[in-house]
């Protein structure tokens, strides 16, 4: 019931801007107006990071948008709310598609939101670049318009179980959140940890949010040396604490979507204790990359707070969109160029110097090279969550 | 007419006995039905698939980490039971399912995190003793109440009485209507105070301590066994409340006067009673209740969020409606069994189908014994067609 709610309610909110952006647009302007929209979560639980990634996308449009500007072209950005839920990613899409002034997307945070929506992308021909999903289906699908500038779950999930056989863990409990991203990981982690000769205890999916001392039963009476996550934040640091306070000492493990300051809000101490919290993540702490320096004081002055992970993500793909724009318009000499040119003209670029790396897209859209990191939590203070160390960092190419 | 100065000891010790019953009958009869499921299937591949992975026996594994669900079990039965309450006093008196029940609680449970969270940044919970840890804890739970009860009562005022001569129908879809509106009210309110979605409870006092019952042994290691400070806290409040509650409705003049209003609105009228002030009392009763299962709730589980009554809620309905809605000690039978099934099945389902149907599948359960007590007793456990509810 309140999913429906909510959806309604944002669809009313995303009428109600889109209206009052194309009325605007329709007054001032006088020609050469384009918009770019981002999609990411921006109200509820996993709001943190979507906000953030928004904000990436805000400072690079500022930054970065000068070329265009110098060519006669106002760029604005429309930002939409997907909620981190498929339908509400869906029906915005299709709000985004039906805005011919858009002739960029920057989405999504979530697998499961992105694939239903890129659909929809599709089949309009807008081109979509992804600062944060990875789930192996956003690209293997093989459409023209999806790209992303992050590393792919079915190579995440290997390293992840990689680094746990590195530290010797014998026997793990794998629990999942049933949705496309936190399934898919999991599973890609359960198929690489039998490979290692690791015994799998449990591989359980669930929804629950608060109460996980039913699911934690089987996890305490097998002791594994590991508790693996494959889901978001608000989920997994719940039930590490709860695992915590019933004596288990292990390990725990998670993935990008762990990957917020939240997690040390909602856990603290627990993630510390016994043998620690690691994740592994295809977006290091925005200051391991070399480029980001002046991003992250950037940031911190205009939104006085430390980005989330996936902001610069954020900033890199905006920075791509308008990139593309940009070339696309200077081979039409200036003219508004269409959906399609601007699809082409995303794959054209290549080694693109971006804040978190040189990017090239492959023919089905996956970044040529990407990165992928294994952190440990370092601080229960929310506040220090930047300052997480980078265990393992690894140059992988995308699996043929 | 007894003096009614006089304490009646019967009504005090009757419901404590009651919930021994059906905390012991109920934990009794699912273990049982676990163990004789576990002992079946000892020889099939399942009690194989386990011993592959765990090392032990299917009847060692459930009888060792028997005790440790039975704990569980009651804890979330009891936070269960508090709210289902609030459901069963209106409902025993107006005859109308208050679904705005869940927003009452959690709009407790946000009140009584917020003073926390604001307290904790005065630094006073970092400092405070262990007696002042409990203090704050008991100012949190009184604050959560009094905005709960308070708002319990403005809902009923607002949304409610207007209606009370309309079809039954009409406020049942007033209540979702205020559910909703609650729900994205605290979201806005939240939204422009704190801009944050989750709230945390503060980490203080002894409550995350886990008491040691003591380590079992099996196969190759020991599973302990214990149950945490927060969760003593969660069951001797909830046995409290309802001990209290039982009270207040079974042996006052006041709780006379609810009941002769459940009975028969008009008749209590003319026999001088007042029957709005009376409903406003229920509402009022049932706030307080849901807005301390609120707080009790953020204290267990940590995190909330404007949406953190929906599934709460609707569980403690059930129970309400499985007890048999309208009378108080269903409330508490319903409450009990329901969170004790779900623990059971949440515990054992993933063991007992080799992983193919696991806790996530918890609910079927829950919800499966609902279907059948409501097509072979559709009056509830406890619940009579005829004669005194409430």
């Keep these: 019931m309140p999913k429906t709610t909510l959806s309604l309610c944002s669809l009313l909110a995303a009428a109600g801007m889109t209206l009052i952006l194309s009325l605007h647009a329709a007054a001032a302007e006088p020609v050469k107006s384009i918009k770019i929209a981002s999609q990411s979560p921006l109200s509820g639980d996993q709001s943190a990071v979507g906000v953030d990634i928004k904000r990436g996308a ?294 693109f110097a971006g804040i978190t790396g040189t990017f090239s897209f492959n023919e089905i859209g996956d970044p040529t090279m990407a990165q992928y990191f294994v952190l440990n939590v370092k601080s229960a203070d929310p506040a220090h969550w930047n300052e997480n160390s980078v265990v393992e960092t690894l140059n992988l190419a995308p699996p043929k | 007419m007894p003096p009614f100065a006089a304490v009646n000891i019967r009504e005090l010790i009757r419901p404590i006995g009651q919930l021994l019953l059906f905390s012991l009958g109920s934990a009794g009869v699912l273990s049982a039905l676990v163990l004789v499921l576990a002992l079946i299937l000892d020889q099939t591949a399942v009690g194989l698939h386990l011993h592959d992975r765990y090392n032990v026996s299917l009847a060692t594994y459930t009888l060792v980490n028997l005790p440790q669900v039975v704990i569980d079990g009651l804890t979330i039965g009891f936070v269960y039971a508090a709210i289902a309450l609030g459901y069963t006093m209106v409902y025993g008196v107006l005859e109308f399912i208050n679904f705005a029940h869940s927003e009452i609680f959690a709009v407790g449970a946000f009140v009584g995190v917020e003073l926390l969270i604001a307290l904790d940044h005065t630094g006073l919970l970092r400092s405070a003793s262990l007696g002042m840890a409990y203090a704050y804890l008991t100012l949190a739970l009184l604050m959560g109440m009094a905005a709960a009860g308070a708002l319990a009562v403005t809902v009923e005022r607002v949304a409610y009485r207007p209606l009370r001569g309309a079809a039954r129908l009409v406020p049942l879809i007033s209540a979702i209507g205020v559910s909703f509106l609650l729900q994205d009210v605290i979201r806005l309110v939240e939204g422009l105070t704190t801009g944050q979605f989750n709230r945390i409870m503060p980490t203080f006092g002894n409550f995350d301590r886990r008491i040691m019952l003591g380590r079992l042994a099996l ?172």
């Design chain 1, 58 to 351: 805000e400072l690079a449009l500022e930054q970065v948008g000068k070329p265009l500007a110098d060519m006669g072209f106002k760029v604005e950005l429309a930002p939409f709310d997907d909620q981190a839920n498929p339908d509400t990613g869906v029906a915005n899409a299709k709000r985004i598609v039906s805005d011919p002034a858009i002739l960029a997307v920057v989405a999504h945070f979530n697998s499961g939101v992105h694939i239903p929506s890129s659909e929809v992308y599709h089949s309009s021909g807008l081109a979509n670049v992804s600062p944060g999903t990875t789930n192996p289906k956003v690209t293997t699908r093989g459409y023209a318009e999806v790209n992303r500038v992050v590393g792919r779950d079915d190579v995440q999930g290997v390293v992840g179980a990689d680094f746990a056989a590195s530290r010797g863990v014998k026997s793990v409990f794998i629990i999942h959140d049933k949705t496309a991203y936190g399934q898919g990981i999991a599973e890609f982690f359960k198929k690489r940890a039998e490979e290692k000769g690791m015994k799998v205890l449990g591989f359980e999916g669930t929804e629950e949010k608060a109460n996980f001392d039913a699911l934690l039963s089987p996890v305490i009476a097998g002791n594994p040396g590991l508790v693996y996550f494959g889901g978001i934040y608000p989920q997994g640091a719940v039930l590490f604490r709860q695992a915590r306070e019933r004596g288990y000492q292990g390990m725990f493990m998670s993935d990008d979507g762990f990957d917020s300051s939240d997690a040390a809000k909602i856990a603290g101490q627990a993630l510390l204790d016994g043998a620690g919290t690691y994740y592994s993540t295809v977006s290091g702490p925005a200051s391991v990359y070399a480029g980001a320096a002046k991003f992250i004081q950037d940031f911190k002055a205009k939104y006085n707070a430390d980005p989330q992970p996936f902001a610069a993500q954020g900033y890199d793909a905006m920075a791509i969109c308008l990139k593309a724009i940009e070339q696309a318009a200077k081979a039409k000499k200036g003219e508004v160029p269409t959906r399609a040119e601007v699809t082409q003209a995303i794959r054209a670029i290549k080694d």
């Design chain 2, 219 to 390: 196969g190759d290691t020991t599973v302990p066994l214990g149950i945490s400070v927060k969760s003593i806290i969660v069951i001797t409040a909830a046995v409290l409340m309802l001990a209290g509650l039982n009270y207040l409705v079974n042996a006052t003049r006041m709780g006379k006067a609810i009941r002769a209003v459940a009975q028969d609105r008009a008749t209590a009228s003319l026999m001088g009673i007042n029957v709005n002030r009376i409903i406003s009392l229920t509402f009022l009763i049932g706030g307080l209740l849901g807005g301390a299962a609120g707080v009790l709730y953020a204290l267990k589980f940590t995190r909330i969020d404007p949406f953190v009554g929906f599934f709460p809620g609707l569980k403690a309905f059930t129970a309400a409606v499985l007890g048999g809605i309208g009378n108080l000690t269903g409330a508490l039978l319903g409450g009990i069994v329901l969170g004790m099934l779900e623990t059971f099945a949440g515990s054992f389902l993933g063991v007992f189908t080799m992983g193919a149907a696991g806790s996530e599948y918890k609910d079927i359960f829950a919800f499966s014994i609902l279907i059948l007590v409501l097509v072979f007793r559709p009056q509830g456990l406890m619940g009579r067609h005829v004669g005194q509810k409430a």
